[in-house]
């Protein structure tokens, strides 16, 4: 093994994250190579810098005036210089501010630095690199998010083992999700992935159902399994209803039982409207965590987007930094999120109105972009083709019993008619 994964590993030891580290998450470190060197030659070379593969001119990146002009802006380093391999010092500073701001539970409560990943797809494939090895489980809701069986099963070779989302009662089932952690998984460490709002569903835990997750998770921990808690918190912030827990369940968890490690991914890409510039964040937190721990999980983290990555994109970094301390920034992110509600608390009202028919039924949701419908008799497929091809309509099919509807993407004067599409051709399939 490498000296310097050795060192990093040897700072962890003795913590439940390095008791969780997978053996890639084991072997990573971040090389004191090309990277290292050129930061150092950065402050130093005062003269020349001939480190990094870029090509300079009059000391400012060669460009392309056909893409600059249309950043007019920003200088010719934000826009083409290569990003440091954890992103922009600047924006991981400002976000972990925000983090905080949009979080007030962790006050007082120790999380890394956040690392800048390539979209938070990228942020979730970075953390299985650290922490999942073939056969280890990975605990998700039955309602998720399509891409994890890729990412986990096919990337992997992990055992995805699910738990039914909803209770008979419509609230969020968290006795099987106790009973998944404790009873059915039988190994000691376990990956647990929780995304809130949740996508396809649309459903986000009401505070009681929030204390609850704590709760067992606290249990779960303290029989001496070891968790490694991602949150997958894409569509944070979108909270349509008062009683919803508003926070980041990673604040709770950051500071819970020693043998709970909370990995919070996140990211420009819908909080900041911002799909296509693929920024991410992933920021490590657990009970107990020094900053000399936290560094050294932040270098493993380097370690595996300087491997597959190499670094994320510099112009999308400098452009959301610039956003985020822009004086209308705020004001901007509370309108769209008016927008959106405005659309959620439409398709309330008209799936209220609904008085229900023999084939699809709304299943509950609060927040984010979607909400999906159960499809009886497994027909979801069925009814998605026959929306798109007879009446020009996409829709999501998931699995073989649910209907997903991004109404998010649908203007509200145009949501009625949607949702009467969508009854109709239910019962006509
Ligand atoms: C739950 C969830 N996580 C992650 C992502 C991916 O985010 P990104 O585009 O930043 O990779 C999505 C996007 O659809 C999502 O629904």
């Known amino acids: ?226 968790l490694v808690v991602i949150t997958d918190d894409a569509y944070f912030g979108l909270f349509y209803e008062n009683e919803i827990y508003r926070e980041s369940l990673f604040a709770e968890l950051a500071d819970l039982n020693d043998n709970i490690l909370a990995v919070k991914v996140d990211g420009a890409t819908k909080e900041n409207l911002a799909w296509g510039f693929r920024i991410g964040f992933l920021t490590f937190a657990g009970k107990s965590l020094s900053k000399e721990h936290y560094d050294a999980l932040v270098q493993k983290a380097m370690g595996a987007v300087r491997s597959s990555i190499s670094s994320s994109s510099k112009v999308a970094q400098s452009l959301l930094l610039k956003a985020i301390k822009n004086n209308q920034y705020e004001e901007q992110k509370e309108q769209a999120f008016h927008i959106l509600m405005e659309r959620y608390l439409e398709v309330k009202s008209l799936m209220r109105d609904y008085k229900g028919n023999s084939v699809i039924k709304p299943l509950p949701f609060n927040s984010g972009y979607f909400m999906t419908f ?18 020009g309509i996409g829709t999501i099919s998931v699995g073989t019993d649910y209907l997903r509807v991004a109404y998010s993407s649908i203007d509200k004067k145009n949501l009625k008619d949607l949702y009467t599409e969508i009854l109709q051709a239910s019962e006509s399939i």
Do not use: C
């Open 374 to 391: 159960s499809v009886r008799n497994g027909k979801a497929e069925d009814l998605r083709r026959y929306l798109l091809t007879k009446r």
């Open 1 to 226: 093994m490498n000296s310097l994964a050795e060192l990093l590993n040897k700072t962890l030891q003795g913590t439940a994250a390095y008791d969780v580290l997978s053996e890639l998450g084991r072997m990573l470190y971040f090389p004191r190579g090309i990277v290292a060197q050129s930061a150092e030659a950065k402050k130093l070379a005062t003269k020349y810098n001939a480190t990094v593969g870029m090509a300079y001119m009059d000391g400012t990146p060669m460009h392309l005036e056909s893409i600059k002009r249309y950043i007019p802006e920003l200088s010719n380093e934000e826009i083409f210089a290569y990003a440091p391999t954890a992103g922009v010092a600047g924006l991981r500073e400002i976000w972990k501010d925000e983090m905080y701001r949009k979080n007030p539970s962790l006050k007082e409560k120790t999380v890394s630095l956040p690392v800048v990943t390539s979209g938070i797809t990228n942020g979730i494939v970075i953390s299985s690199d650290m922490f999942i090895d073939p056969g280890d489980t990975v605990v998700v809701p039955d309602m998720f998010w399509g891409n994890y069986r890729l990412i986990f099963e096919v990337r992997k070779k992990a055992r995805i083992v699910t738990f039914p989302f909803f209770d008979s009662a419509g609230n969020l089932n968290t006795e099987a999700m106790e009973d998944t952690l404790s009873e059915k998984v039988k190994s000691k460490k376990i990956i647990l992935i929780l995304n809130f709002p949740n996508n396809p569903s649309g459903y986000s835990p009401v505070k009681e159902e929030a204390a609850k997750i704590v709760s067992l998770l606290n249990r779960v921990a303290a029989s001496g399994k070891k």
